[in-house]
């Protein structure tokens, strides 16, 4: 299990960083709805000056903000909707007050019908429309209470015609790339278009996660991750167009089907939220965490508790050892498994169950992948085998991007040339980074000709000797 941590104000900075990283986190997001391009900036250059000197790749993931609803602003900053009262949306940008407030997004005003639902602040007031024109929206307040400027707006009956992309996250994705992050988060994702969108603008770099957060992108998720290249199961504005009880099993079914892609599955939001002031976590905020372990999900993800939270690395610690303590159950291995993931009818995805089966039935260490791209790694972590993996590719974009793969170390090496070479240089690897000792056995997965993308062809079990870390270093 991986752990992607939010960095901001109270872990923005090299100490921190550092102690987030040898607590257990694998990889670091930077929240684009906050702060001005040049923090970012000194928040990457942290990153990367931390991954330098410990020798470690890290993942940077950039989040976009996307396209916010949200309702203007009031007299004095606030009013009160009361229970059952009617209350008013409409166009008019002059400040709000107890019966009406401007939204300023017109599209709304196209799409909406009477009995759809509005749910403002996250789910806190509850509007239904009664009555909806192109200057006004009529509501019902089904769920009454005080509202201040510029809260969230959700529409959960509805697809909203805007881009996934705003004028902002354009200017955001192109910072991003920049600055050599290796995943761009994409929020509010609706339908697959607005993937496609977002590919268009990467223009081939780096990798592209989609934030499953709206109803209507469960209902193609299929067409939206194949387009993506990781899924994020973004629980926060999901918990809030959905009821409660739909999260859970809608969470599995995100995990169980993005599993079988061979695809990075990250799940976030709350999941340790008392720790942004308590030094440790409530017994369900625990379970919760371990039941996306159980689930099989790639990586989990903190938020405000390593941004904003009084107790980040202790965050951190928590969430390392509640994924230790699952993933060392005797059951563990049973319950991922459940899931079915079937093998597309090639070589290289025969050869990753392989190694998979093979793990299961010998005593085998861990398992050696060299790639170039990463899809091999991808293709043995989809299923889920016994021991972990040890990647070795010449590329540092790869070997960043695999940091929320399920089971992967990464390490940049030189490129091979020959068997021989890539054989020496695994077990030299293996034993450097720990992966058995002397007389231990491994699985050695890669493709020939050497530096061939998509061409997994070889499976090589190879015994590791005392004297090969002190050969030659590469």
Wanted: hydrophobic share 40%; charged share 25%; glycine share 10%.
């Amino acid at each position: 299990m991986k752990i992607l941590a939010t960095l901001g104000p109270a872990s923005a900075n090299r100490e921190t960083i550092t102690r987030l990283m040898r607590a257990g986190a694998d990889a670091f997001r930077v929240n684009m709805s906050h702060g001005e391009h040049e923090t970012h900036a000194e928040t990457i250059a942290h990153i990367r000056a931390v991954e330098k000197k410990n020798g470690r790749p890290l993942g940077i993931l950039a989040d976009l903000q996307g396209p916010k609803l949200r309702v203007g602003e009031f007299a004095g900053g606030k009013a009160f909707i009361r229970h059952g009262a009617h209350f008013t949306l409409d166009r008019n940008p002059e400040p709000g007050d107890d019966t009406r407030v401007c939204l300023p997004h017109p599209e709304l005003f196209e799409v909406l019908d009477k009995g759809e639902r509005l749910l403002i602040d996250d789910g806190r007031l509850r509007l239904k429309v009664t009555r909806a024109g192109k200057d006004e929206i009529l509501c019902t307040a089904e769920v009454g209470g005080p509202i201040s400027d510029r809260k969230g707006v959700n529409v959960p009956d509805s697809v909203i015609p805007v881009p996934a992309m705003t004028d902002k996250d354009r200017r955001d994705l192109a910072f991003a790339i920049e600055q050599k992050v290796d995943w761009i988060g994409l929020s509010f994702v609706q339908r697959p278009e607005d993937v496609a969108e977002a590919r268009r603008l990467m223009g081939g770099y780096g990798a592209l996660m989609a934030k499953i957060e709206k109803p209507s992108a469960v209902d193609q998720l299929d067409e939206i991750l194949e387009l993506s290249d990781g899924i994020m199961v973004a629980r926060g504005d999901l918990g809030v167009e959905l009821a409660p009880e739909d999260v859970p099993p809608l969470q599995k079914r995100i995990v169980e089907t993005a599993r079988a892609t061979g695809k990075p599955v990250v799940v976030a939001t709350q999941m340790l939220e008392s720790m942004i002031s308590s030094p440790t976590p409530t017994r369900a905020e625990v379970s919760d965490v371990a039941n996306a372990v159980y689930d099989g999900a790639d990586a989990v993800m903190l938020s405000a508790e390593t941004a904003v939270g009084e107790w980040p690395v202790e965050a951190v610690t928590i969430m390392d050892r509640i994924a230790g303590q699952v993933e060392g159950d005797i059951t563990y291995s049973e319950r991922i498994h459940i899931a079915d993931t079937p093998p597309d009818p090639t070589l290289a995805d025969a050869l990753a169950l392989s190694c998979a089966r093979i793990a299961d039935t010998l005593p085998i260490e861990g398992i050696i992948v060299f790639t170039g791209s990463g899809s091999t790694a991808r293709r043995v972590a989809r299923e889920r085998p016994s021991v972990p993996m040890l990647v070795l590719t010449p590329s540092i974009s790869t070997a960043r991007r695999v940091a929320l793969l399920w089971g992967a170390h990464a390490v940049q090496t030189k490129d091979i040339g020959s068997f021989e070479g890539m054989i020496g240089k695994g077990k030299r690897m293996a034993l450097r980074h720990g992966f058995g000792e002397a007389g231990s056995r491994l699985i050695a997965l890669a493709g020939v000709p050497f530096g061939t993308p998509g061409a997994t062809n070889l499976l090589h079990v190879v015994t590791l000797a005392g004297n090969e870390l002190d050969q030659q270093k590469s």
